[in-house]
């Protein structure tokens, strides 16, 4: 049997790491245990398990569907992957992530929580499983003597759990005053002090499950929070620790009578949730290959950028994978409608934010938090690396506002899917199978979205025609 030499391949039998082990020492009387798996959209599918399976589960895997990693946002099955009916919808073994159980403090019951990976027909791990994709982009800078570094920046919603009469979600009522939250207030203390029992309990949870989580702050919107993580030089953990806390964060709104949402456009009105890398590389010494300052970038840095600008159009869809991504994209919203990049500037799309010399990176903006924050990564740090490779320039920076001084450019659903689709950058850098299912995944989302009649039809069509 073939195996491929850049997949790195699961034993057939495991035990539970001495990390893992002891996490369940923490987790007394654990009855319960969760096993995620991270689908194409970040939606976390599996199975619960009760604690006595456990052992069996790390020896031999667990069987899901091959499927499930390329299910739509609605959950069916894409019959266009190629993962379905034409290969008789067959299960593969799953097998546990070592080190990624985490205790679930928010369940009533002990119970704890663990990441799997699906294995491929060959026995490696599934090529086009999201976190393979990112692991694969990593061995490419390792085999340069390159470590890239990445911390992530989530920002969201919380909602009243019950909708409007018209079935749209709704500001929460402020825990302190008894009203709706009506007000925009950037960074406004008062409503952290407000929202103190929402975060605080956040913080609890994180400090439990080791998610490095440091800030928190309430952004341009009523309700709308952003909750930083620490940077990591290993950017599988970094989304690891981005995964558990979108779960965290969900659940914890809940037990509050709240909805936490990261739907990248929930207002038309309002600002939408963006997901933003923050992203350092360093050599072989443990040097920042970007360090330099504003009046002296490092040609490393620039070359980083100006793969970014080229493979832009290409990961669009990583970056914006459902219909609602596109409504983010607004003038003056802080949102990148460019390609350009510029020092302390909110304007453009790779920020350079301000910091010592030896702290410079590059903040990506481009993404929603509705996106696969593993794709996301892997597509931000394959960008750079076919910068450095191929030195590219990226032009000057920008200074000042971005959207006053380059084309303003509105982007579309379907021109994204295309682009993607036909993208050869994609196929080098993520493999045939990885362009395929996804593309598939999100041309048959876009087909059944545009058979839906909305109301906005029938509001201005109805009658007039």
């Known amino acids: 049997m073939t195996r491929n030499?850049?997949?790195?391949?699961?034993?057939?039998?495991?035990?539970?790491?001495?990390?893992?082990?002891?996490?369940?020492?923490?987790?007394?009387?654990?009855?319960?245990?969760?096993?995620?798996?991270?689908?194409?959209?970040?939606?976390?599918?599996?199975?619960?398990?009760?604690?006595?399976?456990?052992?069996?589960?790390?020896?031999?895997?667990?069987?899901?569907?091959?499927?499930?990693?390329?299910?739509?946002?609605?959950?069916?099955?894409?019959?266009?992957?190629?993962?379905?009916?034409?290969i008789g919808d067959e299960d593969r073994i799953c097998r546990p992530v070592p080190g990624s159980l985490r205790p679930v403090p928010w369940s009533p019951r002990p119970m704890a929580q663990l990441l799997l990976s699906m294995e491929g027909a060959g026995g490696d791990m599934f090529e086009a499983n999201p976190r393979e994709v990112l692991k694969r982009v990593l061995t490419r800078f390792a085999q340069r003597g390159l470590k890239p570094v990445v911390a992530v920046e989530l920002e969201f919603y919380l909602f009243d759990q019950r909708l409007d009469s018209h079935g749209r979600p709704r500001t929460p009522i402020n825990p302190m005053t008894g009203q709706r939250n009506e007000s925009t207030q950037v960074y406004y203390m008062e409503d952290l002090n407000d929202y103190r029992g929402f975060t605080d309990a956040v913080a609890a949870t994180c400090a439990a499950q080791g998610i490095p989580a440091d800030t928190a702050v309430a952004e341009y919107a009523p309700g709308q929070f952003e909750i930083n993580l620490k940077h990591r030089d290993n950017a599988v953990l970094a989304c690891d620790d981005a995964v558990y806390l979108k779960r965290a964060i969900k659940a914890v709104a809940q037990q509050q009578g709240m909805q936490a949402s990261f739907m990248a456009k929930p207002f038309a009105e309002q600002a939408g949730n963006g997901m933003h890398i923050h992203v350092s590389?360093?050599?072989?010494?443990?040097?920042?290959?970007?360090?330099?300052?504003?009046?002296?970038?490092?040609?490393?840095?620039k070359h980083a950028i100006g793969g970014l600008q080229r493979s832009a159009r290409d990961c669009l869809l990583l970056f914006a994978p459902h219909a609602n991504s596109y409504r983010r994209f607004v003038l003056n919203a802080f949102v990148p409608l460019n390609d350009c990049?510029?020092?302390?500037?909110?304007?453009?799309?790779?920020?350079?934010?301000?910091?010592?010399?030896?702290?410079?990176?590059?903040?990506?903006?481009?993404?929603?938090?509705?996106?696969?924050?593993?794709?996301?990564?892997a597509a931000v740090l394959a960008g750079m690396l076919h910068g450095l490779e191929n030195r590219f320039d990226p032009g000057p920076p920008i200074t000042g506002n971005a959207y006053e001084q380059t084309e303003v450019r509105t982007p579309f659903w379907r021109d994204a899917i295309t682009d993607f689709m036909g993208s050869e950058f994609i196929r080098e850098q993520f493999g045939d199978s990885f362009r395929h299912i996804y593309g598939q995944q999100k041309r048959k989302e876009m087909h059944s979205f545009y058979t839906q009649v909305t109301d906005l039809e029938y509001a201005w069509y109805l009658r007039a025609v």
């Open 5 to 86: 030499p850049h997949v790195e391949s699961t034993p057939a039998r495991a035990t539970l790491s001495a990390e893992d082990v002891a996490v369940l020492q923490r987790v007394e009387g654990c009855e319960l245990v969760d096993l995620l798996l991270p689908d194409m959209n970040g939606l976390l599918r599996g199975k619960r398990i009760t604690r006595d399976a456990l052992e069996k589960v790390y020896a031999d895997g667990v069987c899901l569907p091959m499927s499930l990693i390329a299910t739509d946002i609605t959950g069916n099955t894409v019959e266009e992957t190629g993962l379905g009916y034409d």
């Open 281 to 301: 590389v360093l050599d072989e010494s443990g040097g920042n290959i970007f360090a330099s300052s504003p009046d002296a970038p490092a040609d490393t840095l």
């Open 341 to 377: 990049w510029g020092f302390n500037n909110r304007t453009v799309a790779m920020r350079i934010p301000h910091s010592n010399e030896a702290n410079t990176r590059i903040e990506h903006r481009v993404a929603g938090a509705d996106a696969n924050i593993y794709l996301v990564t």
